[in-house]
């Protein structure tokens, strides 16, 4: 089978790598694709949570690499999508309970049934993060424009180039529309300047995402998720389709616009800056 | 805002700009692996070796990286203390009550010397 693993990594925690691997992984099934995520995250469980399957797990990837059972029995299967698994991480052992070798031999095996293997990656920088990368074929970096956030992506895409991958691609999480207006966040092109690599999707701050983790069901399936929405758009992205990346409203509004022009009702920023002596 | 930048002029920059500016600056070293200490060991280095032609103030000195159109750069301001020339050969048309004759002339002497 022609099949694509593909690592979701950040350096920095919180991020929303999980959400991100969860809602990816639940986009590419609904487009009919087969599709396994992996919890890479030994020892730091969470995927199953996020997709709501965390009553379900009998065996994990420790288990597969260890040959305590075969990889179909530590596969489960999504609730709501056919084509759609999770391998679980173990909860009870920690990171160091498998190795590189492993975890590549574990991804060769992944493709011969699955068309996308996402694995989501621990954070930091040691040997989860290497064991996440060992076996993938495209990197994709989860950062929030902060300055923490972007400066571990920084440090991921060294390492990841030295790891002889290919360029990772960026997708950058839990952007704030109105706070970039307000010139009070850094805006998608200022990250894209500072890390000068190729963009894979946009998501919008949006509080649906935690109801969805709630619920155990990723915001995707919610169709008034503004995240939900960037998220199947970055989907399509890396099936390979052209999808504008201007998803949600950016640049001000129509009436912003105007009310500027006017001068009247003037932003945030705009007081500040009037107030300061220039 | 375009429009009111203009109305203002030159404005402070937003705690956007901020981020990505200082952003840029760490990125830098963080890339290059240079040490604040490596750093002043140049600067130490570069004033020893211009403070043999010019009169430099060192105290204003800026030794720093940046990163600028994708380059890395090593980039230094150094402010040049007033010359000191004297009078035979090129008069300053102002010199608001500075000691002009105070400076060394030692150009010339370094050129004869080598």
């Given amino acids: 089978m022609d099949s694509r693993v593909i690592t979701i990594t950040s350096g920095k925690g919180g991020v929303g790598k999980t959400t991100t691997t969860a809602n990816l992984g639940t986009a590419l099934a609904m487009q009919g694709k087969k599709v396994a995520v992996v919890d890479s995250d030994i020892g730091l469980r969470n995927l199953d949570a996020v997709l709501g399957l965390e009553n379900r797990i009998v065996y994990d990837l420790v288990d597969v690499v260890e040959g305590q059972c075969r990889l179909r029995q530590a596969l489960i299967k999504d609730k709501r999508l056919p084509e759609l698994y999770l391998l679980p991480a173990a909860q009870t052992r920690d990171k160091n309970a498998v190795n590189s070798v492993q975890m590549e031999q574990l991804c060769r095996q992944l493709r011969q049934e699955f068309e996308y293997i996402l694995i989501d990656s621990p954070a930091g920088i040691e040997q989860g993060f290497r064991n996440a990368i060992v076996g993938a074929d495209e990197i994709i970096i989860v950062a929030n424009p902060e300055m923490a956030s972007v400066r571990d992506a920084d440090r991921i895409i060294g390492l990841v180039e030295a790891a002889g991958k290919p360029e990772p691609r960026l997708l950058l999480n839990r952007l704030r529309p109105e706070m970039v207006k307000r010139g009070d966040m850094m805006d998608v092109t200022d990250v894209l300047e500072v890390l000068g690599i190729e963009l894979v999707g946009i998501i919008p701050e949006d509080e649906m995402i935690i109801v969805a983790t709630n619920k155990g069901e990723p915001a995707v399936y919610d169709k008034r998720s503004r995240a939900g929405r960037a998220y199947i758009n970055a989907a399509q992205r890396i099936m390979g389709e052209a999808v504008p990346l201007d998803e949600f409203d950016e640049a001000p509004s129509l009436l912003e616009r105007l009310r500027r022009l006017m001068g009247f009702g003037q932003s945030e920023a705009e007081r500040r800056v009037r107030s300061q002596p220039s | ?114």
């Fill in chain 2, 1 to 114: 805002m375009g429009v009111f930048e203009f109305r203002v002029g030159r404005k402070k920059p937003t705690p956007g700009e901020l981020a990505k500016e200082r952003l840029k600056v760490v990125l830098v070293h963080d890339r290059m692996k240079i040490s604040p200490e490596l750093l002043e060991i140049i600067k130490q280095e570069l004033v020893s070796v211009i403070s043999r032609r010019l009169d430099i103030d060192e105290q204003q000195m800026q030794v720093n990286l940046m990163r600028e159109s994708g380059i890395d750069k090593l980039h230094t301001d150094i402010p040049i203390k007033r010359q000191k020339v004297t009078f035979e050969w090129d008069p300053p048309s102002y010199t608001p009550g500075t000691p002009v004759m105070r400076g060394k002339v030692h150009i010339e002497e370094d050129n004869e010397a080598e």
